[in-house]
């Protein structure tokens, strides 16, 4: 059986209000790991609840496999969903949490016994199945909950900002244990979150909401390289691109007649002694270095130009630490936005070769 996920025209508004989502057309792709990423209010959360099942949609279809889901009840859907909170029942222990569902499928004794050992092996939770979940670590607690979802063996994962309440070493971990259990299930996996390391670092394909609407998809090495548009490659990269107003540069290469601002990455850009030879054609941005953290393999210079503020990684030994300075960006590294914030491009695969 194929889990593919096909949204057309899904409109959600609550009462009277202007609607939450307008005119959305996604289709998730069977045995894919698809993250629903952006800022809160979104409507990422509530695209995930409309799958669900938990919230119905104002207008437009919903299927899973082909199927209308419009009168199809959450339970009857072949999706199992993870939570933020966790919501295990707490005077339940482990065995009993992951069960529950089991036996309110009237799913044999013999069976049961079966998959819960079968889980508990695949999430580490073996020791654990006689505790109660106040004994248990959030990771635990976590564990539990995925357990619980994986034993009722569904087609399709749902999982809404499940790690937001661990801390950082634990959600690398976690991050690492679903991957490895996307791999080992072959599942659909639809995920929400606002942190785009988790949606980067876990994701097969993006997708990057804002205000109800899908600003890109994609793998999440094109929505990276490759931003459609200012929102994009604002919001994805650890520091975010940077992003000038073109009509205050003066930048002799342009080749947009419309174009009205200039971005880079700020990897793509080298870092120069104020009186040093320009190595060949680009942008070049004078400024004044405001601080410089050091992060282990990689410098991040935050410097002030007459343009605003710029972001330059630098991977090599650091050597520039105060001063006045130049910013160096070739021109196969520029990237350029119209008038409404639109990425214009040469062609389609200039990307590729960047």
């Not at 994805?236 to 947009?256: A, K």
């Amino acid at each position: 059986m194929e889990s593919k996920i096909v949204l057309q025209d899904i409109e959600k508004a609550y009462g009277k209000d202007a609607p939450v989502i307008e005119n959305l057309n996604l289709e998730i792709e069977d045995g894919s790991f698809t993250v629903l990423l952006g800022p809160s209010g979104c409507g990422k959360s509530t695209t995930l609840r409309m799958i669900a099942g938990l919230e119905q949609e104002t207008g437009g279809v919903l299927k899973i496999d082909g199927k209308d889901m419009k009168e199809v009840k959450p339970g009857d859907r072949g999706i199992a969903m993870v939570f933020q909170n966790y919501a295990l029942y707490p005077t339940m222990t482990v065995k009993e949490n992951i069960e529950f569902g089991l036996k309110n499928c009237k799913v044999p004794k013999a069976e049961r016994e079966e998959r819960i050992k079968e889980v508990s092996m695949a999430v580490g939770l073996e020791e654990y199945l006689n505790r109660k979940p106040s004994a248990l670590s959030g990771g635990q607690r976590q564990r539990v909950a995925l357990a619980r979802a994986m034993v009722k063996k569904p087609e399709v994962f749902l999982m809404d900002e499940p790690l937001s309440n661990l801390d950082a070493k634990l959600r690398s971990q976690l991050r690492t244990d679903l991957i490895e259990l996307h791999h080992k299930l072959g599942s659909t996996f639809v995920y929400v979150t606002h942190d785009q390391v988790e949606a980067m670092s876990m994701g097969t394909h993006i997708v990057l909401m804002h205000k109800g609407k899908i600003m890109q998809q994609g793998s999440p090495y094109k929505i990276y390289h490759d931003p459609d548009n200012v929102f994009t490659a604002q919001f994805i990269g650890t520091p975010p691109m940077n992003v000038l107003n073109l009509n205050d540069i003066s930048h002799e290469y342009c080749p947009f007649a419309e174009a009205a601002y200039i971005g880079f990455r700020p990897e793509y850009a080298v870092l120069l002694d104020e009186s040093a030879a320009i190595p060949e054609t680009g942008l070049t941005i004078p400024g004044d270095i405001v601080t410089h953290e050091m992060l282990g393999t990689e410098t991040l210079y935050k410097i002030d130009t007459k343009y605003g503020r710029v972001q330059v990684k630098i991977f090599d030994e650091a050597t520039i630490v105060d001063g006045r300075v130049k910013i160096f960006v070739p021109n196969e590294r520029l990237v350029y936005f119209d008038a409404d914030e639109q990425r214009l491009r040469l062609g389609e695969d200039k990307w590729m070769q960047n």
